[in-house]
């Protein structure tokens, strides 16, 4: 008998070896996780369905999370000392930021002081609430000095939804996409979802990322599940992204 109701499969069930490119598991140095023991957790989770290789990404947020390579190193250091005291060695950790176009943006960059992902990456974000005033000025600078932006989640930000031809300006600019995996669903909402999904059917996202903070985060991603034409259009960019970045 045919059904109205299409098969959709989990998510997480496609994302064994997955690189995961965007997260905040370092403990004690953003809104992410706030001990050692937060952290164990979150990697325990992601290893449940196979996903040991990390770039972890804290903020760099000028008066709210004033992160340097120093205090990312050390906390770095903390969770990787606790994995090898606990025999994990399967765990990889390799270290970068995302950082916020915020005023104090263009000096760290100038000052050489930005914490690129392999092979000259730079990840990116702007306020949810609206647009950096020197959005444009601060990509090009990036690009000065040799890097590559990618734009973190940019189906979160609210106010470039009804000007969706923006995102093509920004492709033609150079910039790179990456998703938030749990933009598949609606955890941050409907329109971050339709969103996520017209950005992904118009071939616009380049690499996908998790942007987990929380167990409870991990869990919601744990409960997502994908149409057929869904996993089309995100395993290409989960390969994408593992050979990137593995």
């Known amino acids: 008998m045919f059904s109205f109701f299409e098969k959709k499969t989990f998510l997480i069930d ?3 070896g997955f690189t995961d490119i965007h997260n905040h598991i370092l403990p ?20 449940e369905f196979g ?16 992160n340097t390579h120093e205090s990312i190193t050390k906390a770095s250091v903390e969770l990787k000392k606790e994995l090898a005291a606990r025999n994990m060695n399967s765990v990889s950790i390799s270290i970068a930021a995302e950082h916020m176009i915020d005023a104090n943006f263009e000096t760290i960059l100038k000052d050489d002081e930005v914490m690129p992902l392999e092979k000259s990456y730079l990840l ?3 306020s949810y609430l609206q647009a950096s005033i020197n959005f444009d000025n601060a990509i090009k ?17 609210v106010y470039l939804h009804p000007k ?3 995102y093509e300006k920004y492709k033609r600019n150079g910039i790179m996409f990456q998703l938030n995996l749990l933009s598949l669903s609606t955890y941050y909402g409907k329109d971050v979802q339709k969103t996520a999904n017209r950005l992904l059917n118009e071939n616009l996202i380049d690499f996908a990322g998790s942007d987990i903070h929380n167990i409870r985060q991990l869990n919601s991603l744990k409960e997502i599940k994908l149409t057929k034409k869904q996993l089309q259009k995100i395993q290409p960019v989960i390969e994408k992204t593992n050979q990137s970045f593995y």
């Not at 004690?28 to 290893?47: N, Q, R, Y």
């Not at 290789?53 to 008066?63: C, E, G, Q, Y």
């Not at 600078?141 to 930000?157: D, G, N, T, V």
């Open 14 to 16: 496609h994302l064994n």
């Open 28 to 47: 004690g140095i953003d809104d992410g996780a706030k001990t050692v023991e937060d952290s164990i957790e979150l990697i325990k989770g992601f290893s």
């Open 51 to 66: 996903v040991t290789n990390f770039i972890a990404t804290p903020h760099i947020m000028h008066n709210y999370y004033p």
């Open 124 to 126: 990116v974000e702007m």
């Open 141 to 157: 600078k990036i690009s000065e000095k040799r890097l590559f932006p990618i734009l973190a989640h940019p189906e979160r930000y």
């Open 164 to 166: 969706f031809r923006k």
